[in-house]
């Protein structure tokens, strides 16, 4: 199959997987159950590795930015400073990337074993759609579960940055909470949100695709798990840049 061909063909692939996934939203049955369920195990795998990864950034901007502000003797602008780049960029930009890393490698994984198990192909013979009942939970479990993560993340991203800034390096509490929020509105919270909220989607769609793509035993597994991986990153960072330049255009 030429190149031309083959790209038309994953296009078509794409076109009906997601035409699949809006109906399956859209109309019954629902299950519910499964959905509850895959959350749960994505929040257990998931809490612990976005925690770590995302709560030493406060700490980074908080001892690196306090030499810089004391220089111009602009300390109390720190916390600002800290608040803003959490709420914006490095707590959903950061919890989505381990999301894709933890839920959709686990996700993409589980269905690519189901399919070269012919699993996928059983369900369907047994009147099950696979799309509503494999890869929809999934896509509803990551979309509700990347925003929960950002608010614990956002939480921790400021508590260390607090920690570094106020108990280690001697800044004064009533300062920096006093400016903590004086440059974040609830638009930042929203615009984080919301990002959480398209990268996590994103990672379900992806992971769903490429899991039910799966062939060639093990290794197509494996491969599956480490190209969702993949994709999803390149994916957050490059429209997390994009996003955060448009706002910063429109002033938001």
């Known amino acids: 199959m030429t190149g031309p061909l083959r790209l038309l063909e994953s296009l078509g692939a ?3 997987y997601l035409f699949a996934i809006v109906r399956s939203l859209f109309t019954g049955p629902r299950y519910v159950a499964e959905t509850l369920r895959v959350a749960d195990i ?3 795998r998931c809490l612990l590795p976005v925690g770590l990864a995302v709560a030493p950034v406060g700490a ?3 001892l690196q930015g306090v ?3 004391r220089s111009f003797g602009a300390e109390e602008l720190l916390s600002s400073l800290l608040a803003t780049a959490v709420f914006r960029e490095y707590s959903p930009a950061l919890a ?3 999301v894709a890393a933890q839920a959709g490698s ?7 074993t189901m399919q070269v198990r012919g699993q996928i192909d059983a369900l369907a013979v047994m009147s099950v759609d696979p799309i509503r009942y494999v890869v929809v939970p999934g896509l509803i479990a990551c979309a509700i579960v990347t925003p929960l993560l950002n608010v614990l993340t956002t939480i921790l991203g400021l508590a260390s940055g607090w920690f570094f800034a106020v108990v280690l390096s001697g800044c004064d509490h009533g300062s920096f909470m006093a400016n903590l929020y004086s440059q974040v509105s609830m638009v930042d919270l929203w615009v984080g949100m919301g990002k959480c909220l398209v990268f996590g989607t994103a990672v379900g769609l992806i992971a769903g695709y490429l899991g039910l793509r799966t062939s060639g035993g093990a290794t197509g597994v494996g491969k599956a798990a480490n190209n969702t991986v993949t994709y999803t990153i390149v994916l957050i960072l490059v429209v ?4 955060s330049m448009l706002l910063l255009r429109w002033g938001l």
Do not use: N, T
């Open 14 to 16: 794409v076109a009906i």
């Open 42 to 44: 994505l929040v257990r």
């Open 60 to 62: 980074v901007i908080s």
């Open 67 to 69: 030499h810089i502000f």
């Open 96 to 98: 989505s990337v381990m």
């Open 106 to 112: 686990s996700i993409a994984a589980r269905i690519g």
């Open 240 to 243: 997390d840049y994009l996003a």
